[in-house]
């Protein structure tokens, strides 16, 4: 068994005979490191797919975008400038509020969420073009997300208390469907040219 | 510990069966159910590793960025599920809690989902129709727990360990057993309430 065996079985469909030998192989084998390896190729597999289910439903992103849009014209989410800013008062008025944020470092734009590390934080990006991505969970504190490159005038959407939900679709049903008691938000952020 | 333990035949046979039962998991749930297993029994299957050498490899990002809480949170669960699968716990739990159980840890997630996906979103479980009400199927799915657990324990108990490989069963066992209610399936109150 070799690393690109593994990865071979985290990123293709073998044959339920070659999956059984590794399964035995994994069995077998205790290195502290394995799991962490598995868990991270199976990961980086399931966001690959994720992207392209998103990419194939291309068609249906000018309305999602629209949809997104509407958010904002209905007060649901609120705009923020580049930089640090505060969120919404409806997430929590007792706690501290989150921090969200984009920067750019290393030649990368990314999007940064200083947010207790139990709550659950959902990003997605847009483009005029009608373009959308959902971005792979994160973790730590801050959580750090780098943003893939778009169509024109991307904005991303920082969603709160939405993690359990796939989609960006999932996510406005969720919206639509909250209460006052609920700790859902939405930021949308969009950086330009002059960003630094 | 990589001197050989256990009679050649019998360790093919328990690797077959240990094999077997981690790939049902996987496709009963998630993919992730494999690391989390072998992250919670690796001490337990260290009699099992016949010259498995390490892999050597440098983590990737993404590996790095998971939450090792998250990782230990789901370790039990995966253990737990491995335990009902490869010993047929099931099949001795009263046949609705057993159909609950199944449809909330035995369910395959959508992508992009944790591992607790359908416990977390009970209403949304692929076969949570067939149910009285979403409540029921939480409530009959914890029972289900309950009794898988006892009956692992019970085996515990009653297990020989007159062979190598009955030592590994039963560290195996114990391992899937330790932790469960309290830390994994929540079922303190659960477990008090049934006492009385």
Same mark, same amino acid.
């Given at each position: 068994?070799?690393?690109e065996t ?5 990123n293709?469909e ?5 999956a059984r ?6 069995v077998?084998c205790t290195?502290?490191e394995l799991?962490t390896l598995l868990t ?9 797919e994720?992207?392209?289910a998103l990419?194939?439903?291309g068609s ?9 849009a509407?958010?904002l014209?209905?007060?649901a989410a ?11 008062a409806s997430?929590d008025?007792?706690?501290p509020r989150?921090q ?6 290393d030649?990368?734009t990314r999007v940064r ?6 709550a659950e934080?959902t990003v ?8 959308a991505?959902?971005?792979?969970e ?6 750090e997300w780098?943003?893939?490159r ?8 920082v969603?709160?208390?939405?993690a ?5 679709a999932d996510?406005?049903?969720q919206?639509a ?6 700790d859902?938000a939405v930021?949308?952020?969009r950086w330009?040219?002059r960003q630094? | 510990?990589?001197a050989?333990?256990i009679?050649?035949?019998?360790e ?8 077997d039962?981690?790939q049902?998991v996987? &496709?009963? =749930?998630? +993919?992730?159910?494999?690391p ?5 029994t /690796?001490?337990a299957?260290?009699d099992l590793? !016949?010259?498995v050498?390490?892999?050597g490899i &440098?983590? =990737?990002? +993404?590996?790095?960025?998971?939450s090792r809480g998250t990782?230990? /949170?789901?370790?039990?669960l995966?253990?737990? !599920?491995?335990?009902?699968?490869w010993?047929?716990v099931?099949?001795?739990v009263?046949?609705d ?11 395959p ?5 944790p591992?607790?996906?359908w416990?977390?979103r009970?209403?949304d479980?692929?076969?949570a ?5 979403a409540?029921t199927l939480k409530d009959?799915?914890?029972?289900g727990?309950w009794s898988?657990?006892?009956a692992?324990?019970?085996r515990?108990?009653e297990?020989?360990e007159k062979?190598v490989?009955?030592?590994v ?6 391992v899937?057993c330790r932790d469960?209610l309290s830390?994994?399936?929540k079922?303190?109150?659960h ?6």
């Open positions: 068994m070799t690393e593994l990865r071979r079985w985290a293709v073998l044959s339920r005979d070659e030998d590794v399964y035995r192989w994994m077998r290195s502290p799991p991270g190729l199976l990961r980086e597999r399931r966001e690959r994720a992207d392209a990419r194939q439903r249906t992103w000018p309305e999602l975008v629209q949809r997104w509407q958010l014209a209905d007060g609120s705009w923020t400038e580049p930089g640090l800013m505060p969120m919404p997430v008025d007792e706690a989150p969200v944020w984009l920067e750019e470092r030649g990368a969420v200083d947010i207790e590390e139990d934080v997605f990006v847009t483009d005029d073009d009608g373009g991505v959902r971005l792979p994160a973790s730590g504190r801050p959580r780098v943003l893939p778009m169509g024109a005038r991307p904005t991303v959407w969603a709160m208390g939405t359990s939900t796939p989609e960006p996510v406005l049903e919206l469907q909250r209460t006052d008691d609920d859902v930021v949308a952020l330009t040219d630094t | 510990m990589n050989p333990a009679p050649e035949s019998e093919e046979a328990l690797l077959d069966e240990l094999a039962a981690l049902e996987v &496709e009963s =749930s998630c +993919a992730e159910m494999a989390l297993w072998l992250a919670g /690796r001490l299957r260290r590793t !016949r010259t050498p390490d892999l &440098e983590l =990737s990002e +993404a590996c790095r960025r998971l990782q230990n /949170r789901y370790r039990a995966a253990c737990w !599920r491995h335990a009902l699968v010993k047929g099931l099949a001795e009263d046949p809690f057993a159909q609950a159980t199944r449809a909330l840890y035995f369910s997630y959508p992508e992009g989902t591992p607790y996906a416990s977390q009970v209403s479980a692929p076969n129709a067939e149910f009285p009400s409540q009959w799915a914890k029972e727990c898988s657990v006892e692992l324990r019970q515990c108990r297990h020989p062979t490989r009955d030592e069963e039963l560290r195996l066992l114990k899937s469960t830390d994994v399936l079922l303190d109150a477990k008090n309430w049934s006492k009385l």
